[in-house]
């Protein structure tokens, strides 16, 4: 009893460490957007605010049962996955390792690759029970790209796995701490397939065809204020901390204490974000296929790196 | 006893046909009867064993027994088959045709029964046509479009039947026994062209029933044209047939052959390519039936591929997906069934916004498309992840990034089911809609649970698995690679599953109780035409629905790969077959003469063919 | 929420200070005004660095900005938009037109006064109003929240009837069929 309270703990602080990064680099990322465009740019802490405005707005009507739950499945997505990446390296010595040791040896990439997954589609339900138009267009925009970016995400983290014959996050981060070279280094090529499936999954332009402002109004939150819009938005952020965590993990050899954490997802997450700032955005078809091009290529590389 | 089952299948499914005429209800009651009772006498009192009945026909040895290999399958057959008697009596309340469904239903659950049992060839095969003919009566009953769809699924059943066929007489001629397990046991005696010949016979005979890919052709037409009641069990227990046979020829043949990792190599990539093409068609297709039929033919893709991989993981995968395959397809096209019941059409673009009036329906297609996108805590997870797992491992890793794709893709199509019959505007049209008869929803809702469990307790089926492939020469599985609840894969990974599911149970509740049962008393329903529209106020008539060219974006980048149509091959090949009739039927002059030149060349030929053979 | 500052909760303080700092607009772009709101967003005067920002839709917005004249077409559905919006929210209103008309106060389709149709929290005086009065607008909408005296919305639901008659007045066949509100 006291060992699952123990977890319970854990758990409860890791989500909160992964909300306020998550948050954090919401926030600050508005600010470098913003010194980019050559402006001041809201504080740091903006996000935070705009959460708590949402969580204290009223929401007066609802469109189904599927509007409640589908924020709900969107958080599961977040939350559960979050509990299946190692936040810290493993038996690290810093005095709070222990409580991010979550449910870590009980899955594997590949369940983690399905459950990542499971928040897309609890979304894509409950837009499409409003009705909009703009939200159900959305979806099929952002399960269309999922279908564009998995292929070389797969094919970097096939060629790591037959690399080093396992498909576990902490066994690929033993692998780094006993060779002491990332992984990154190790396999370059499915680094670079791995970082383009990244920059998808990040929906930044130019594959910020989802939301895609102006022209979707904002797609499938079209129809959430308030409570939902704030679900939806700690979701996405607790979400883009454990894409970044897991990134970091497989390839730049995990973290051993918060500050490296923050100092490589921080890194990790500039490649995206600035790519995205000066870029356009691409019609759904482009960025769908832009996938199956040099990122497959590299993709494909990567496991010709592993089997020679 | 197990003949007793088979005669009161037969005489159940003729007096239901009679019973039909006199009374409909004498022929619904009939009907569950000849099901459900053999159906439950078999599950209770057959048991595994090699010789359950003998009988002699025509000097020929017809030898039943139940292997525990055909004992999974029975299990499917029989399950989907009891599940799906009850749906169909308030499916077909009111159509036309009740009475021939319900023999060719009967005589095809007795006829998949019968193949399960055969321990020869011969019955086998008896019951291979049996089960062929019923289903073509089935894929005809609506009367629609016979010329092309029944024609295009006899001639491919023709093709492996004949295919089989010749396959028995070589058997029957080199090693002079019909008995399956002669025929795997002196496998080795046989001349290697014939090793390499029987194999591939039988993989057209059996790969046309499972609909890999170059023999797929006659399946999304027959799937979605036949009566969504016999549909669930044509996809779900009758295509299984094709997988059975699969097993055998793949385990019990090829393995003993050198040249045979080569066949189970180029049959897994044929089953990868029909995943990824069949989802490809699936997402363009814009009628409900059509794409749970592509659908099914992709999944069989994947079931094909472990099958032909052949470790015992990929083995584990591939049989627990044919459970739960079945499980879930059916399912699903109970639902798809249960909405041309209540609505009278299944195309997504004409019906939409049911899930306020078809809950059950709706909660029981959410699950099945959960485990048919292979999304954890469901069962269609387990068998997916095993599969992937053991791919790898294989070193098949351009297969598993096709499958990978072929499952990823799934979402779409699983999503638009889901949007098409639920989701979206809810239209004046169909506020008239009610839920389906309990009779319907039960048996769905049913099968869906089944995937809940099996997802987390996967080794309640497992078991029966284990000794399946410890009758096919497996080591037990129990203990290495799985324990429990607790997936492993030979490199030490594993996934934990009753963890998994408490943990999304939990999360689940907590924003469930946050958001739904805290708000869902502050706020009210307001209809899906009180949507931001930039202040416009949609009028009645004015139809905000996205059902036209829902996935246009992503079939405008697949496009260069649905031109190459297989079909299109094959009407090339059928012009070309026209061309060659045309000069036969050239030989017919209708001249006496002609043909007595004829019988003296034939002769002529047939003394120097014995002379140059036989001295 | 809706009361003096005297007799705010201390929830009430930090909800004000948290919906003040996140204000998310949907400009409503009638008529020429819609051309200032470009610059006050943008690089030169920037109002994100006040947590403004703009919304999609009408479900995640706070403040309504009416940007110029309404004519009767335009006012129906800028009602529909208002009354879509959730709670707590506020209205704008920019530009001469929304006070008295400006250059189209004689006009035989515009109305004069949008404070009869809807409440309006803040007016931003001008012809055009440069972006500095915009955003000066704003600052005095995010005294009045942290003060707890921007009860638009309050009033609207007060005095529903008396905005209701003055919606009919000028459409009533619209505003006859159109759907409850939505707060």
């Known amino acids: 009893m006291e060992h699952i309270l123990i977890k319970i703990l854990g758990a409860i602080a890791t989500f909160i460490l992964a909300f306020i990064v998550g948050m954090t680099y919401g926030g600050v990322v508005r600010k470098i957007t913003a010194r980019v465009h050559n402006r001041l740019g809201p504080p740091f802490y903006q996000n935070f605010i705009d959460a708590l405005k949402l969580f204290s707005k009223k929401t007066a009507i609802h469109h189904g049962v599927m509007h409640f739950l589908g924020p709900a499945f969107l958080m599961v997505s977040s939350v559960v996955s979050l509990m299946f990446v190692p936040v810290l390296i493993p038996g690290g010595d810093s005095w709070y390792n222990s409580w991010f040791s979550n449910m870590i040896y009980d899955g594997d990439l590949i369940f983690l690759i399905y459950i990542m997954v499971f928040g897309s589609l609890g979304m894509a339900l409950g837009a499409g029970q409003t009705g909009n138009p703009n939200s159900s267009i959305g979806i099929t925009r952002g399960l269309s790209q999922m279908v564009g970016y998995e292929i070389p995400w797969v094919l970097a983290l096939v060629s790591l796995m037959l690399m080093y014959k396992t498909t576990s996050i902490v066994d690929f981060i033993n692998v780094q701490q006993e060779t002491g070279t990332w992984l990154m280094f190790a396999n370059p090529f499915a680094f670079i397939a791995g970082l383009f499936a990244l920059m998808g999954m990040f929906h930044y332009s130019p594959f910020d065809i989802i939301g895609a402002p102006a022209e979707l109004a904002s797609g499938p939150v079209s129809e959430n204020?308030?409570?939902?819009?704030?679900?939806?938005?700690?979701?996405?952020?607790?979400?883009?901390?454990?894409?970044?965590?897991?990134?970091?993990?497989?390839?730049?050899?995990?973290?051993?204490?918060?500050?490296?954490?923050?100092?490589?997802?921080?890194?990790?997450?500039?490649?995206?974000?600035?790519?995205?700032?000066?870029?356009?955005?691409?019609?759904?078809?482009?960025?769908?296929?832009?996938?199956?091009?040099?990122?497959?290529?590299?993709?494909?590389?990567a496991v010709l790196y592993a089997v020679l | 006893m197990l003949t007793l089952i088979l005669v009161i299948f037969l005489g159940g499914a003729i007096l239901t046909w009679l019973g039909r005429k006199i009374n409909p209800l004498l022929g619904d009651l009939l009907f569950l009867v000849s099901v459900i009772l053999p159906a439950t006498m078999f599950v209770m009192n057959i048991k595994v064993g090699d010789t359950i009945a003998q009988h002699t026909l025509l000097g020929i040895d017809l030898v039943w027994g139940l292997s525990p290999l055909a004992h999974l399958f029975s299990l499917v057959v029989v399950g989907l088959g009891v599940m799906l008697s009850i749906y169909s009596i308030s499916y077909m309340r009111g159509k036309e045709k009740v009475g021939m469904y319900y023999f060719s239903f009967i005589l095809s659950i007795m006829a998949m029964l019968g193949i399960l049992v055969s321990r020869d060839w011969i019955s086998f095969f008896i019951f291979w046509e049996i089960m062929t003919w019923s289903s073509y009566l089935m894929v005809i009953l609506n009367g629609k479009k016979v010329q092309s769809i029944g024609i295009k699924y006899f001639v491919f059943s023709a093709l492996g039947a004949y295919s089989m066929l010749m396959a028995l007489v070589i058997i029957n001629s080199q090693l002079g026994s019909f008995m399956l397990s002669d025929t795997f046991n002196n496998f080795q005696h046989l001349s290697p062209a014939n090793q390499i010949l029987i194999p591939v016979l039988l993989l057209v005979a059996f790969g046309v029933k499972s609909a890999v890919m170059p023999l797929h052709i006659w399946a999304p037409d027959a799937y979605s044209n036949s009566p969504m009641g016999y549909t669930a069990v044509f996809s779900g227990a009758l295509s299984k047939m094709g997988v059975y046979g699969l097993v055998l020829v793949i385990i019990s043949m090829t393995t003993q052959l050198p040249a045979g990792s080569l066949i189970r190599i180029i049959v897994a990539w044929l089953g990868g390519f029909t995943a990824a093409a069949a989802t490809l068609w699936a997402i363009t297709q814009d009628d409900g039936k059509k794409l749970l039929a592509w659908s099914s033919i992709g999944q069989l893709g994947y079931i094909v591929t472990g099958v032909a991989i052949g470790t015992p993981l990929a083995m584990l995968a591939a049989m627990f997906l044919v459970v739960v395959h079945a499980l879930f397809k059916g399912s699903l096209f109970m639902?798809?069934?249960?909405?041309?019941?209540?609505?009278?059409?299944?195309?997504?673009?004409?019906?939409?916004?049911?899930?306020?009036?078809?809950?059950?329906?709706?909660?029981?297609?959410?699950?099945?498309?959960?485990?048919?996108?292979?999304?954890?805590?469901?069962?269609?997870?387990?068998?997916?992840?095993?599969?992937?797992?053991?791919?790898?491992?294989?070193?098949n890793y351009l297969l598993v990034v096709l499958l990978f794709f072929a499952s990823t893709a799934a979402f779409l199509y699983a999503y638009k089911f889901l949007h098409g019959y639920f989701l979206g505007q809810e239209e004046p049209e169909w506020a008239h809609v009610k839920e389906a008869p309990m009779s319907m929803t039960i048996p769905m809702l049913l099968l869906a649970l089944t995937t809940f469990v099996l997802g987390t307790w996967p080794q309640l089926l497992f078991n029966s698995i284990d000794s399946a492939m410890q009758y096919l020469g497996y080591d037990a599985t129990n203990g290495k690679l799985w324990t429990d609840s607790v997936l492993f894969s030979q490199w030490g990974d594993k996934v934990a599953l009753q963890p998994v599911l408490y943990a999304i149970i939990a999360v689940f509740l907590f924003f469930a109780i946050f958001l739904y049962f805290k708000g869902r008393k502050a706020t009210r329903y307001v209809t899906t035409k009180d949507i931001s529209t930039s202040g416009e106020i949609p009028k009645e008539w004015e139809n905000l629905t996205f059902k036209v060219n829902f996935m246009q974006p992503f079939e405008r980048a697949i496009e260069p790969f649905l031109k190459r149509q297989i079909e299109k091959y094959y009407l090339g090949f059928g012009k070309g077959m026209e061309a060659l009739f045309d000069f036969t039927r050239r030989i017919y002059t209708g001249n006496g003469q002609t043909y007595a030149i004829y019988a003296i060349v034939f002769l002529a030929l047939l003394l120097i063919f014995r002379v140059s053979l036989f001295g | 929420m809706y009361n003096d500052k005297n007799s705010q909760k201390i929830v009430d303080i930090i909800q004000n200070y948290a919906r003040k700092h996140s204000l998310w607009v949907l400009a409503y772009g009638t008529g020429?005004?819609?051309?200032?709101?470009?610059?006050?967003?943008?690089?030169?005067?920037?109002?994100?660095?006040?947590?403004?920002?703009?919304?999609?839709?009408?479900?995640?917005?706070?403040?309504?900005?009416?940007?110029?004249?309404?004519?009767?077409?335009?006012?129906?559905?800028?009602?529909?938009?208002?009354?879509?919006?959730?709670?707590p929210k506020y209205v704008i209103g920019f530009g001469s037109c929304t006070i008295n008309g400006g250059m189209y106060y004689d006009s035989y389709n515009t109305i004069n006064l949008l404070d009869r149709y809807l409440p309006v929290d803040v007016y931003i005086n001008g012809c055009m109003p440069r972006p500095e009065a915009v955003i000066q607008g704003f600052v005095k909408l995010q005294e009045l929240i942290s003060q707890g005296k921007a009860n638009g919305a309050a009033k609207y639901k007060e005095n529903l009837e008396w905005y209701k008659a003055n919606q009919k007045k000028i459409a009533p066949k619209w505003f006859e069929r159109a759907p409850e509100y939505n707060w």
Not at chain 2, 354 to 382: D, Y
Not at chain 3, 50 to 69: C, E, F, H, N, S
């Open chain 1, 225 to 301: 204020g308030g409570k939902f819009l704030f679900t939806m938005m700690s979701s996405g952020s607790v979400f883009s901390f454990v894409k970044l965590t897991l990134f970091v993990d497989i390839f730049m050899g995990g973290a051993s204490n918060l500050v490296v954490l923050v100092i490589k997802t921080f890194t990790l997450y500039m490649i995206p974000v600035l790519y995205g700032i000066v870029s356009h955005r691409y019609r759904t078809e482009q960025a769908v296929t832009f996938f199956w091009k040099w990122p497959l290529f590299f993709g494909l590389l």
């Open chain 3, 32 to 87: 020429c005004g819609a051309i200032e709101i470009a610059p006050t967003m943008t690089s030169r005067y920037d109002a994100e660095r006040l947590g403004i920002r703009g919304a999609a839709t009408p479900r995640q917005a706070d403040v309504l900005l009416i940007t110029g004249y309404l004519t009767v077409k335009t006012v129906k559905r800028v009602v529909r938009v208002y009354e879509q919006m959730q709670d």
């Open chain 2, 335 to 395: 639902a798809v069934g249960a909405i041309e019941k209540q609505t009278g059409t299944t195309d997504f673009k004409e019906v939409n916004g049911l899930i306020r009036k078809m809950p059950v329906t709706f909660i029981s297609s959410l699950l099945s498309i959960i485990a048919l996108a292979g999304i954890p805590p469901l069962a269609g997870f387990v068998s997916k992840w095993m599969l992937y797992e053991a791919l790898i491992q294989n070193h």
